[in-house]
């Protein structure tokens, strides 16, 4: 048979289930796609860009008269952008989310593993730590909102168990997480310096002997208490004039507890 006789498959109208109208009247607040990776290319301090992987969460409000939304168009709006990704091209992302999928409130969630190349403080070698960041993107209409949030581990050595030995302290290792709102760019570094600098001591990757002595004594010398560390970072986050809003919270997994220490402090500069 030649190719001229095969003939062509009829175009058959296929019905849209989603647009069809739901009867019982009850919006949605959030409806889309979950934990779906793509590579990205992010802003890098020192080297100019970072490829990593993301993960990303994309949502739309539905109204109470739409029985489902277009999944589909989700995927389809995050393969059409490039792979480098900045706050620029996130709120584009989302002014395009709205329109595509016809909704007046979106929200979309980039969560990414972020690699610094730390020196350490005494042999100098160096070596790889990876912080968990997140950008995350809300849109109400013409109006939308980006907050950058950061984990960062560090060392804490408790105040009171310093106080009362004889010798030696407790200390533990912590997950410091803040999430700003910037009226300008804002590097991911700067932040994670910010809460570094805060703590009893920074983590690094690899450490020798020297370094070993050096951090366990730096933690000696600057103890901190859960309570201490937010209200620390907190003061260091007022005094920043890029920063409109932010959360801090700090969480201690105790050494000599089976349970975790627990602060956070809010604030939004723009209020009142």
């Known amino acids: 048979?030649?190719?001229?006789?095969?003939?062509?498959?009829?175009?058959?109208e296929i019905a849209d289930v989603q647009n069809k109208p739901d009867i019982r009247h009850i919006a949605i607040d959030k409806v889309g796609i979950k934990d779906i990776r793509h590579p990205v290319l992010v802003k890098d301090r020192s080297q100019g860009v970072q490829h990593t992987i993301a993960s990303f969460n994309m949502y739309v409000e539905l109204p109470h008269n739409f029985k489902g939304t277009h999944m589909s168009r989700f995927v389809e709006i995050l393969n059409s952008h490039d792979m480098e990704i900045s706050v620029e091209s996130f709120r584009g992302m989302l002014a395009e989310m709205n329109k595509r999928l016809e909704a007046e409130r979106g929200h979309i969630e980039m969560n990414?593993?972020?690699?610094?190349?730390?020196?350490?403080?005494?042999?100098?070698?160096?070596?790889?730590?990876?912080?968990?960041?997140?950008?995350?993107?809300?849109?109400?209409g013409s109006q939308d909102q980006m907050t950058i949030k950061v984990v960062v581990p560090v060392t804490s050595l408790c105040p009171c168990s310093k106080e009362i030995s004889k010798y030696g302290a407790h200390n533990q290792?912590?997950?410091?997480?803040?999430?700003?709102?910037?009226?300008?760019?804002?590097?991911?570094?700067?932040?994670?310096?910010?809460?570094?600098?805060?703590?009893?001591?920074?983590?690094?990757?690899?450490?020798?002997?020297?370094?070993?002595?050096?951090?366990?004594?730096?933690?000696?010398?600057?103890?901190?208490?859960?309570?201490?560390?937010?209200?620390?970072?907190?003061?260091?986050?007022?005094?920043?004039?890029?920063?409109?809003?932010?959360v801090v919270e700090s969480e201690n997994f105790e050494s000599i507890h089976n349970h975790s220490a627990y602060a956070m402090i809010r604030k939004d500069k723009t209020a009142g």
């Open 173 to 246: 290792r912590s997950h410091v997480t803040i999430a700003v709102r910037a009226n300008t760019f804002v590097w991911v570094e700067d932040l994670i310096d910010l809460v570094e600098k805060q703590a009893s001591c920074e983590l690094y990757g690899l450490l020798k002997r020297p370094d070993e002595k050096f951090v366990t004594e730096r933690a000696y010398e600057n103890p901190k208490f859960v309570e201490d560390m937010v209200r620390d970072v907190a003061a260091q986050l007022n005094a920043d004039a890029r920063i409109d809003a932010y």
């Open 112 to 140: 990414f593993p972020y690699f610094i190349n730390k020196a350490a403080p005494v042999s100098g070698v160096k070596s790889l730590m990876d912080y968990q960041v997140s950008f995350i993107g809300e849109i109400n």
């Open 1 to 12: 048979m030649s190719t001229s006789q095969i003939s062509k498959p009829k175009v058959v």
